[in-house]
């Protein structure tokens, strides 16, 4: 006695990498980790700022600060890197300025050259080493710049720079970086988890023939050959009416009385319309077999 596994049906993103071979799976996740983590790395390196591009943009900006501060004789020491993305600018001789030139002048500076947008400015006394004047700018938020109109006596001053990176950018290239992992995911649980138990079909029970398919009305199932066609409820009711009306016309509303009504749906006609363009479709395999539709009438299933 042969039995038939009723094989799972369906198409589009998530079967295709649900049931193709798990090595070609194996490789396309691969290609696809290799892919995003490569472009997230080139959006890191583009991010990092140029070491020896920004000390020139901070010497020009420690220059232009003491030309507004009518001083064009003493130097712009050199720039100190403290950490990662924090810079230091000192300056050779005491000087004064007001705080709108060094905001507007930092501003200008870094979108003209396109530098930087989100950044803390921290300007301490040399001597004091306290904090008299601070300012965030942020094109993400809210700039912050309360110190706007102070004029700074002349002093020794230190101007810490601390570039902040775009958190934003780098969360959601993560969650592309996810996307691999997820559908990695979905595969792995669909290979462990237990599956349910395919339908078998006897070749041995009985059946009502239509044309080269076999209807087997208890199982819900359409054999044709080795293939096998799951059908919903209403499906086989229909298709058994038809099969037992051969070349007969089956009038529409009996198909409404008995594969809803009798089940207390009141429904329109249409629905046999719909319901009928289904097994169309199932029947398809099989070109001899036709569903006509009979206007005013109903429908007859004929075969040849």
Known sequence: ?????????????????????????????????????????CVSKKEHLP??????????????????A????????????????????????????????LINLVQRTFEQDALANHYIVNVRNCAQ?????????????????PCRGRTLQEACYIIDIEFLQNSTTHRLWWLLLLIPFGIGGYYL????????????????TDYLPLGSFQLYADSHMLTIGDKQISLSEKETKALTLFANN????????RLMKEIWEDEGLVVISKNVDVLV?????????????KIINIPGK??????G
Do not use: W
């Open 189 to 204: 649980k669909n290979g462990f988890r237990k599956t349910a138990a395919p339908v078998l079909v006897n070749e041995t």
């Open 246 to 253: 051969m070349h007969q016309i089956v009038e529409r509303e």
């Open 1 to 41: 006695m042969r039995k038939s596994l009723v094989k799972p049906s369906g198409s589009g993103f998530i079967n295709y990498f649900a049931f193709m071979k798990p090595r070609v799976l194996l490789a396309h996740f691969i290609i696809l980790i290799v892919l995003v983590t490569a472009v997230v790395a």
């Open 129 to 145: 080493q306290g904090t008299i004047l601070a300012f965030e700018i942020n094109k993400q938020a809210v700039d912050l710049t």
């Open 277 to 289: 363009s289904k097994l169309r479709k199932k029947l398809a395999d099989d070109p001899a077999i």
């Open 70 to 101: 009518k001083d064009s004789t003493s130097r712009v020491l050199p720039v100190k890197q403290l950490h990662e993305n924090t810079y230091q600018l000192s300056f050779q001789h005491d000087f004064s300025f007001v705080s709108d030139s």
């Open 298 to 303: 109903g429908y007859k299933c004929t075969v």
């Open 51 to 68: 070491a020896k591009h920004l000390e020139v943009v901070l010497r020009e900006i420690g220059h232009q600060l003491l030309l507004t």
